[in-house]
């Protein structure tokens, strides 16, 4: 089963705009959430991260927000660059048992028009 | 520095051969993971190995998959009788510790090696 789940294959936002990516998890014991970006023929690159005990998380024009009773988190680009074109996966990670893994979601395209 | 890399970068078999995919981490990181990211898909857990141990192989999907990292560096995961339901990019992830993930424990990833089983 999809313990982290990202619900849109693909969204295409115009340059200048904010992107906003989505994802929600099922597992209460995840403690740990991260943001990775992919290109084409490269593995996963990590772009941010949020521990459980803070809602939210900023790093330049990345933004990621956290809401825990929701079991939801977003990702938020502003402005978006044609540069940020990739495949955003979202990840998760256990305390206790399995804290060594990650477990990802299905990923999203980003795709940002000049 | 030189990041994590992965030999080969494409691998075809016949259904039923034996593979064997290499990763080489990062100098000084003492975990090593594997993931599998079959299409359409975000990478699964396969193992982690922290030193020349495997510490957790939860994630191997059957006794077809092996993986060794005899000197606390360079892993391969060798796949036995390989079959086409195999066929995905494999990835390699090395971090400095093991333990969980965290913003002082960031996990850095291969390009992968795309199998292909016929």
């Known amino acids: 089963d999809q313990q982290v789940k990202q619900n849109s294959p693909s969204l295409s936002v115009q340059e200048g705009r904010i992107s906003i990516l989505n994802c929600d998890y099922t597992?209460?014991?995840?403690?740990?959430f991260l943001w990775y970006k992919k290109y084409p023929a490269e593995g996963p690159t990590f772009l941010i991260s949020?521990?459980?005990?803070?809602d939210k998380n900023e790093d330049g024009r990345f933004t990621v927000f956290l809401n825990k009773s929701a079991k939801h988190l977003s990702l938020h680009i502003v402005p978006s660059q044609p540069g940020d074109s990739a495949v955003y996966f979202c990840?998760?990670?256990?305390?206790?048992?399995?804290?060594?893994?990650?477990?990802f979601g299905t990923g999203t395209r980003l795709t940002v028009i000049p | 520095g030189a990041g994590v890399s992965q030999t080969p970068s494409n691998k075809v078999t016949e259904k039923g051969k034996y593979v064997e995919l290499r990763c080489d981490p990062i100098?000084?990181?003492?975990?090593l993971y594997w993931y599998r990211q079959s299409l359409g898909q975000g990478p699964e857990f396969l193992i982690y190995?922290?030193?020349?141990?495997?510490?957790?192989d939860s994630g191997l999907p059957n006794d077809r998959f092996f993986a060794v990292r005899p000197e606390g560096s360079v892993s391969t995961l060798k796949i036995q009788r390989t079959e086409r339901g195999d066929s995905a990019v494999y990835l390699c992830?090395?971090?400095?510790?093991?333990?969980?993930?965290?913003?002082?424990?960031?996990?850095?990833f291969g390009p992968g090696t795309r199998l292909t089983v016929l």
């Open positions: 992830a090395s971090s400095l510790n093991g333990g969980p993930a965290s913003s002082y424990n960031e996990q850095f």
């Open positions: 597992n209460s014991m995840f403690d740990y």
């Open positions: 949020i521990s459980s005990i803070k």
């Open positions: 990840a998760a990670s256990p305390s206790g048992t399995g804290a060594n893994n990650l477990f």
């Open positions: 100098s000084g990181h003492t975990a």
């Open positions: 190995f922290q030193g020349t141990g495997a510490a957790d």
